[in-house]
């Protein structure tokens, strides 16, 4: 059944070399008692390890069943170890983090018996070693005699054929001694056990069969088979494999006994999974919020061409740097318009640009363009009652606009006002977002009685045009102050129509008065510069309606984009209107949101390279770490690598029993990644709210959340796969001598 056939093994160590075993030949009965006996470095564990298949030799042959083992492959001697044989060590060897009945059931569960069957068989065997009682202990509650007692019923779990102990009363008293072997004699009876010890007085007393070993050979076989006796039993071999259950049942028990060394790496893997996390909630959130930023930017500041043009860019440049912004004083002061007139450019804004544009909002505009709004010219007057010399008190004209093609829209008239002088305000948002008042109430309207009021707004400044400050009444020549207090009340005609002096009767014009004065807002993006009064677009929306008669041709377009990547392809299409026209005939359009469009992006931006910089680099060492642990986890655990092996764990198993404890911290990892994630989320909504105006952008979506603690998962499993290989690929004989 077994034989053991010119078996040599040296050992090299350097120059030295030691021959362990020297052509040992040796055939074993399927019912017998052997000791080996020897002196201590003999080579007693080396025959023992090479019978058990868990050392092989170097010259010679293992002859089971009458067939040599030279071939076997690896699946075969785990199949014969968990099967055949069952090692009983002089050190016990228990797996420290397993209770006495799973360290009993391991063997069983390698060779694929069921879990209930398993437990059932492991409880039968305990009761036959006497430890029924302390099945649920662990191995450091039990005394000597008791491990010793264990690692017996753990042999003889799977009723293997041979039983190989090896010095098993090493570490135990006289009288524990004499316990345990009658045992092992008492439970073996029909089996063929191979006992190694160096006590020649306990060799002789149980052992029906002694062989002596002296440097690597048999001097002595007190029992040899003779060639005729062969009775021809067979060992049966079968296959093993761990259930994944098992490997998890270890693994979350070899966890549980350094709990805080877990959660630490767990912790620490998390801080990868925290960074996604943030990333993806906030750029979630952000995502959301610059969606609607876009929506109600740009429905307040369209892309606008009008007949002439505010050069921005050059009033920008042009600040005067040693007044003071934002003044917090009641008058203004006077500013030259003359300066303001050099940044203003015409547009020349013909039939065929109108064409051209209506052409793009019927077809392309329609993916592009939430709105399109059309400004129209007007027929009307400005007026105001003041005393002329040499014609007395009557109603000048102040500002005249026509619908007359070929007419200059803003005359310049007396008082050189520009058409600045009287301006469309911006509706809702766009409005109370940019715009404070400053001084004095907000307008309140009168329709019935076309009794109007309208703000005059200042410059950051606090400027007025030295024109309109004329229009006002002020003595721009003398004066240099002009008090807010003075402005409110005055009024003016707004008259429709042409207006002839003298000859129009001004008694039905409209009665415009000044309620209160706006100025941009500190921090304001947008730079609407005008100057002058500024009237409601209700009240325009009135004179349009109910003067139908006096609204002449297109005199502005207003285009509003659905986002910013339309209002690109908006703009885009505008410029190649002027691609090969002179200078002149060129229209250009102002992009009111241009400012903001950059700010954001470029924020936001950062944010996120920032972010995921972060998180790339902790991914990185979290995994590296969780490779850290897996490979001290295995330097640690080499002894029960070796007891795995004996007992016929495939090298697959142990690399399993470690990827299973890896699953466990990346998940571990993934959920501590998402609970302090979502803790952080409230301080960085608050500290995004305090900043932005935003409440709740962060936010995490249940898919979120799932696939981060699989990509956990997955990374601690990759991370851990290299260490776990090393594991499995681990010598058995090797990591059982490793103390
Ligand atoms: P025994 O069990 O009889 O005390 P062993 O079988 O353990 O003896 O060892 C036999 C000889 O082989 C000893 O001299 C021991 O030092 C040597 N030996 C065993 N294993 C190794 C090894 N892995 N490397 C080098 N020498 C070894
Ligand atoms: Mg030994």
Not at 294 to 323: H, V
Not at 433 to 439: P, S
Request: include cysteine.
């Amino acid at each position: 059944m077994l034989k053991l056939q010119n078996i040599s093994k040296t050992y090299v160590i350097g120059e030295f070399s030691q021959n362990a075993l020297d052509d040992i030949s040796v055939e074993f009965r399927k019912a017998e008692f052997v000791t080996v006996l020897g002196p201590s470095g003999c080579g007693k564990t080396t025959m023992l390890n090479v019978v058990g298949g868990l050392d092989h030799a170097d010259k010679g042959d293992l002859i089971i069943n009458d067939k040599s083992t030279k071939n076997f492959t690896d699946q075969e001697w785990d199949m014969y170890r968990n099967n055949s044989i069952g090692f009983i060590f002089q050190s016990h060897n228990l797996i420290s983090h397993l209770s006495v009945l799973q360290n009993v059931e391991m063997g069983l569960s390698l060779s694929g018996v069921s879990q209930t069957e398993a437990k059932k068989r492991a409880i039968e065997v305990l009761d036959r070693v006497g430890l029924k009682d302390h099945i649920h202990k662990r191995p450091n509650q039990l005394s000597g005699g008791q491990s010793q007692r264990v690692a017996i019923a753990r042999a003889l779990a799977n009723n293997p054929d041979v039983i190989l102990a090896d010095e098993p009363t090493g570490s135990l008293d006289s009288e524990t001694s004499i316990q345990i072997l009658d045992l092992i004699k008492e439970i073996a009876k029909d089996k063929l056990v191979i006992m190694v010890t160096h006590d020649s007085e306990m060799a002789y007393k149980y052992a029906n069969r002694v062989i002596k070993l002296k440097d690597g050979r048999i001097i002595d076989d007190s029992n040899p088979i003779s060639k005729e006796l062969k009775d021809g039993s067979r060992l049966d071999l079968k296959k093993t494999a761990m259930s994944f259950k098992m490997a998890l049942i270890s693994s979350i028990n070899n966890i549980r006994t350094k709990l805080g060394r877990t959660l630490l790496t767990a912790f620490a893997g998390s801080i990868g999974i925290i960074g996604i996390a943030l990333i993806l909630s906030l750029s979630n959130g952000l995502d959301k919020e610059i969606q609607k930023f876009e929506s109600e930017t740009l429905s307040g500041y369209p892309i606008s061409i009008s007949e002439s043009r505010i050069d921005f860019e050059k009033i920008r440049e042009s600040t005067e740097e040693n007044l003071e912004e934002f003044p917090d004083q009641e008058y203004a002061t006077m500013y030259d318009e003359n300066r303001f007139q050099s940044f203003l450019t015409p547009n020349n804004i013909t039939d065929d640009y109108i064409q051209y544009v209506e052409d793009y909002v019927a077809g392309e505009g329609q993916l592009t363009l939430s709105g399109v709004k059309y400004q129209r010219k007007v027929n009307m007057a400005l007026l105001k009652y003041m005393t002329v010399p040499g014609i007395g008190d009557t109603y000048i004209p102040i500002y005249q606009e026509t619908i007359e093609e070929n007419e200059d829209t803003n005359p310049g008239d007396v008082f050189g006002v520009n058409f600045s002088f009287f301006t469309l305000l911006p509706e809702g948002d766009v409005f109370t977002n940019n715009y404070e008042l400053i001084y004095g109430t907000e307008p309140v309207q009168d329709f019935e009685n076309e009794n109007f009021q309208v703000y005059l707004v200042v410059n950051e400044y606090n400027q007025i045009f030295k024109s309109t400050l004329r229009v006002l009444g002020f003595d721009t020549e003398s004066q240099t102050q002009f008090n807010f207090e003075d402005m409110i009340g005055i009024e003016f005609k707004l008259f429709m129509g042409e207006y002839y002096p003298i000859t129009s009767d001004v008694s039905d014009a409209m009665t415009i008065t000044i309620s209160g004065i706006i100025r941009s807002k500190e921090g304001s993006n947008v730079s609407l510069l005008f100057n002058g009064l500024g009237y409601p677009a209700e009240v325009a929306s009135h004179i349009y309606e109910t003067y139908p008669d006096e609204v002449g041709g297109i005199d502005a377009i207003s285009l509003y984009p659905i986002d910013f990547e339309s209002k690109d392809l908006v703009k885009e299409h505008l410029d190649l209107y002027n691609v090969d026209k002179a200078d002149a005939d060129k229209v250009e359009y102002v992009d009111q949101a241009a400012t903001i469009t950059s700010m954001v992006g470029g924020v936001i931006d950062t944010i996120s390279i920032v972010l995921i910089a972060f998180a790339a680099i902790s991914l990185v060492v979290s995994s590296i770490m969780i490779a850290i642990i897996t490979y001290i986890s295995v330097i640690e655990r080499t002894k029960e690598i070796g007891v795995l092996r004996a007992l016929g764990a495939r090298k697959k198993d142990i690399s399993r029993v470690f990827n299973s404890e890896n699953l466990i911290i990346g998940f571990a990892a993934g959920v501590v990644g998402i609970i302090v994630s979502y803790l952080l989320i409230i301080p960085i909504n608050l500290i995004i709210e305090n900043l932005a105006d935003m409440p709740n952008v962060a936010k995490l979506s249940p898919l979120h959340i799932t696939a981060l603690i699989l990509i956990s998962v997955f990374l601690a499993y990759v991370a851990g796969f290299i260490p776990a290989r090393m594991a499995s690929k681990k010598d058995p004989v090797i990591a059982l001598r490793t103390e």
